[in-house]
């Protein structure tokens, strides 16, 4: 019989933990004496305590207990060290529990736990090696780098922070980031802070919160949900209450936050327009406008400058003096549903683009200014004119523009 602080773990797997109660008096032998003779030939004799023993399978057993001189109870807790397998340590554990005499004494053994004790060492190593990486200022030698991977994503998951009012899980990136990515619950938060992105937070539920509908108005917003069932209703939630701009899902039966860094980057490079998806859901533009929260936007957050300009042929065109000179005329030469890149000081970067290929033109043509086409402004378009640094968008008009960038300059122009 040993103390808990003297147990020996450098050479055992787990720590079998059980708490007792007897009525009556009972010394560290009697328990042990019960143990050992109630437990004969339970399961077999290879998992026989006294064999186990002789073997060095299990440790010495420690045996703390309390007398309670009012209630006539002897209480304590037993510690057995196991150098077994799971399967051999969860039925020595059960066995355990079978003891209900303690010598003349009715008495009664329950687990508590199973100690992992190589867990419990590499938590340690990590903590430790997480507090060495705060206060070490040394460039980490290259074959250190699987250790330290796995002490910067606990360093990540330590940023998690509270947003709004209801304290919502979320990155430290979402004030500062033009993009946003919604995922179901913490433990999403947790595995994408792991895994570098920082502008994520959880809606925690169906009932999407204020401050994230708020935070959609603002933002180029993906919504980044579970492969299940419960994946749909919380992306219906959002359709209807969030200005989401696209969508993408962890493969089908499978959880955001169990996912792998590549699979993470996967899913989010695969994410899918909000248009198609509302397509496939059956859901009509105008069940979104007519929604309170849409309804409420200012005018000023959803419109361009509504310039009238009457294109009368592809050579000729009346342009409206509102729209600067070193734009207008290439306006009035423009082709009918094609497009010119411009970069600074009105440089011709690119001419004569088909519409069809103009977001290519553009994420592949470095120092883009301005851009000016016969066709539609989308939001998909403002979302990569954003990203890329374009100052100036002239098009023909505007469709289903929610979100306006402040840095970009919008004219249009009607036949």
């Avoid at 250790?147 to 940023?159: G, N, P, T, W």
């Avoid at 204020?210 to 919504?223: G, N, P, W, Y």
Wanted: charge should be negative.
């Amino acid at each position: 019989m040993v103390n808990e602080e003297e147990i020996d773990t450098s050479t055992v797997k787990y720590l079998i933990h059980e708490k007792f109660s007897i009525n009556g008096v009972a010394e560290r032998s009697d328990i042990i004496g019960a143990l050992f003779g109630q437990t004969e030939g339970l399961i077999g004799e290879g998992l026989d305590l006294r064999e186990l023993q002789k073997t060095s399978r299990i440790g010495r057993i420690a045996v703390k207990l309390q007398y309670q001189k009012k209630q006539r109870k002897t209480i304590g807790t037993i510690i057995v060290p196991s150098s077994l397998d799971r399967v051999e340590t969860a039925l020595l554990a059960a066995a355990l529990e079978t003891v209900d005499r303690v010598g003349p004494c009715v008495g009664k053994i329950s687990l508590l736990k199973i100690e992992d004790v190589r867990e419990s060492k590499r938590r340690q190593i990590i903590t430790r090696a997480s507090q060495i990486l705060k206060t070490w200022d040394h460039e980490i030698a290259p074959d250190s780098i699987s250790v330290l991977e796995e002490v910067l994503k606990e360093a990540r998951i330590s940023i998690i922070q509270k947003y709004g009012k209801e304290e919502l899980p979320a990155g430290p990136g979402i004030q500062d980031s033009d993009n946003l990515i919604i995922v179901e619950g913490r433990a999403d938060v947790v595995n994408l802070l792991k895994h570098g992105f920082r502008n994520v937070i959880a809606v925690q539920g169906t009932n999407v919160p204020s401050d994230v509908i708020e935070l959609t108005r603002k933002k180029v917003t993906t919504a980044f949900l579970d492969g299940d069932h419960g994946g749909e209703l919380i992306l219906r939630e959002l359709i209807h209450l969030t200005d989401l701009d696209y969508v993408t899902k962890a493969p089908p039966n499978r959880e955001v936050e169990e996912l792998s860094s590549k699979e993470l980057l996967k899913a989010l490079r695969s994410k899918i327009p909000i248009e198609q998806i509302m397509k496939e859901m059956n859901i009509l533009p105008e069940d979104i406008q007519s929604s309170d929260e849409v309804a409420n936007k200012s005018q000023s957050e959803v419109a361009p400058k509504e310039i009238p300009i009457i294109v009368q042929s592809q050579q000729s065109a009346s342009v409206a003096a509102k729209i600067p000179r070193t734009l207008a005329r290439f306006v009035e030469n423009l082709s009918e549903q094609e497009a010119i890149l411009l970069g600074a000081k009105s440089k011709i970067l690119k001419e004569q683009i088909p519409i069809s290929e103009l977001i290519d033109s553009i994420l592949e043509t470095d120092d883009v200014e301005t851009v000016i086409f016969d066709g539609i402004i989308t939001q998909r378009l403002l979302d990569v004119a954003l990203e890329r640094g374009i100052k100036n968008i002239v098009g023909a008009k505007q469709h289903d523009v929610t979100k306006k960038p402040l840095d970009i300059d919008l004219y249009t122009f009607s036949e």
